[in-house]
């Protein structure tokens, strides 16, 4: 079996995706699931960055890619701010212990 | 051969950080699956986006991660799933198959790279994704404004616990001041030992 350096890529992306959304559906610590997400985004750059070779455009790939990184940056802040409040009024990561949140 | 070992270190950087118990461990292990990731897209061709991913996605977001738990404590990891593991793993198995599906006809690596230089394609063929990038990098920073802004200070107990309260002030409680109640209601305030007037 002879692999290319894009599929070892696409490979990699596919492992890592499902890492992701495996931590995503199981963890239940807030900064837990922000880490599981990371795994996931970085799972799906690798996959936009396989499709960039197989399609021979890298550059596309590339502005895709930085407009994921971008997102996904932004994402985490705004997610690390919501843990750090509920932490700093609640006491917990846990994601179980939000149900009882009443607005 | 060398995307082969960047493959599996990033995939055992991102298994480690999965695996162990505390927070901090955790942030390093993500930030090597980060930055092995970025030698992947660099080894790959794409050289400026290896640069943003190993300086945003492996540096900014590792600092917000420490800072994040610096604020709040290394917890180690609590309760028992709330997705069953066996119940999470055949999802997860039937996304990859999804995915699988989708992606399975494509492997024919042209094995060509593309003339286009990222400057055109990024200013001149995606301006949307420049003006959400924009966007994006705003909101960004107004949540981060908002993440390193002090919590408003609790008021002294006895005026909490006392009738000076004002009931449309709402109180912070935070886990390490636990002498701090939360404003009473109104009616019981306005009767003290909890009578209606």
């Known amino acids: 079996m002879n692999l290319s350096p894009t599929d070892v890529l696409l490979a990699a992306a596919l492992v890592l995706v499902g890492l992701g959304l495996y931590g995503l559906v199981t963890v239940r610590h807030l900064i837990r699931i922000l880490v599981a997400l990371q795994i996931l985004t970085q799972g799906t750059l690798l996959a936009v960055a396989a499709a960039g070779r197989y399609s021979g455009r890298m550059d596309l790939a590339q502005a895709m890619i930085l407009t994921a990184i971008v997102a996904d940056t932004v994402i985490t802040t705004a997610g690390l701010a919501l843990a750090v409040r509920v932490w700093q009024s609640l006491g917990t990561f846990d994601l179980a212990d939000l149900a009882a949140l009443k607005g | 051969m060398a995307t082969v070992i960047l493959a599996v270190g990033a995939l055992l950087c991102a ?14 292990w993500l930030a090597a699956a980060s930055a092995f990731t970025a030698m992947l897209l660099y080894a790959a061709g794409l050289h400026e986006a290896a640069v ?3 300086s945003v996605g492996s540096g900014l977001v590792f600092i917000l991660l420490i800072y994040a738990i610096s604020l709040s404590g290394d917890a180690r990891r609590q309760g028992a799933p709330i997705v069953p593991r066996s119940a999470a793993l055949v999802l997860v198995g039937l996304a990859l198959l999804l995915v699988g599906m989708f992606v399975w006809p494509t492997p024919v690596d042209l094995g060509r790279v593309s003339a286009g230089l990222l400057s055109t394609s990024l200013w001149m063929d995606r301006q949307l994704d ?11 920073a107004l949540t981060i404004a908002g993440l390193l802004a002090r919590p408003k200070a609790a008021a002294p107990a006895n005026e909490v616990e006392g009738a000076a309260i004002n009931p449309s002030e709402p109180t912070l409680v935070t886990p390490s001041d636990t002498s701090t109640r939360l404003p009473a209601p109104a009616d019981q305030v306005a009767g003290c ?3 209606k007037p």
């Open chain 2, 52 to 54: 943003v991913e190993l």
């Open chain 2, 193 to 195: 030992d909890g009578v």
């Open chain 2, 15 to 28: 298994i480690q950080a999965m695996r162990v118990q505390r927070l901090l461990p955790a942030a390093l």
């Open chain 2, 130 to 140: 420049v003006v959400v990038q924009i966007v994006l990098i705003f909101s960004g």
